[in-house]
């Protein structure tokens, strides 16, 4: 099914671990990026691209990295985990000239303990 | 700095009812555009509609309609016959100016219940 693809769906972490936040969208969108939803909130932006090899910081960039080394993905680093990262975390992506919604995945949701 | 405030934490409404959820903005960007989103209790996020600013017209999409108030920065979202399958979370959200408008800034959310 086309859209936009989030694994994993759960995942529980130890303070000071890494892992990688998996994204991947069929639709040949330019735009992809990255958010995340705390209790009481709305969605926050991470990081965002707008092309292959293209990315930039959101309004909470800190302890994640990005990269873009296709089209398709758009995975999401966490450096070293912390309690304060503990989230559900959003991949989006939209088309260069869309004034259609952006396509979210399904969303992970992250613990650090 | 763009912001999108939604006052209304949360809403009741009884089913076969319209509902109205509040949404205002603030930017600095002649053109912008404005996005409603549903997210239900399974924690998707579903696309419900789309207002750009230049828009003549008000947008609408099935039950879904955007009371779009340019001069005042409002743009709430009328749910018409209110049905028990959209109690939800309710996110108002624009593109961000300082992105090049390729993300979305989020309000907080007005979670609705319908009623029986």
């Known amino acids: 099914n086309a859209g936009v693809t989030q694994t994993p769906k759960f995942q529980v972490l130890k303070t000071g671990q890494s892992m990688t936040l998996q994204c991947a969208q069929d639709m040949n969108h330019e735009y992809m990026s990255w958010y995340r939803q705390d209790p009481g909130m709305g969605l926050r932006l991470i990081h965002y691209s707008v092309g292959a090899g293209i990315t930039d910081q959101g309004e909470v960039p800190n302890g994640y990295n990005v990269s873009r080394s296709t089209t398709e993905d758009f995975p999401l680093r966490l450096l070293s985990a912390a309690p304060s990262q503990t989230s559900v975390y959003f991949c989006?992506?939209?088309?260069?000239?869309?004034?259609?919604?952006?396509?979210f995945g399904s969303g992970t949701r992250l613990t650090v303990v | 700095a763009q912001k999108i405030t939604q006052t209304q934490p949360g809403m009741f409404v009884q089913e076969k009812e319209a509902v109205t959820l509040d949404c205002t903005y603030d930017t600095s960007d002649p053109s912008y555009g404005l996005f409603w989103y549903k997210q239900p209790s399974s924690g998707e996020m579903i696309f419900l509609i789309y207002q750009g600013s230049y828009d003549q017209q008000n947008a609408t999409e099935g039950r879904y309609s955007l009371n779009f108030q340019k001069a005042r920065k409002s743009a709430n979202l009328v749910i018409s016959a209110s049905q028990l399958g959209d109690s939800a979370m309710y996110f108002c959200a624009m593109r961000r100016k300082d992105t090049g408008r390729r993300a979305l800034t989020f309000g907080s959310g007005t979670r609705l219940q319908v009623q029986p």
């Open positions: 989006a992506s939209i088309s260069g000239g869309g004034s259609y919604g952006y396509t």
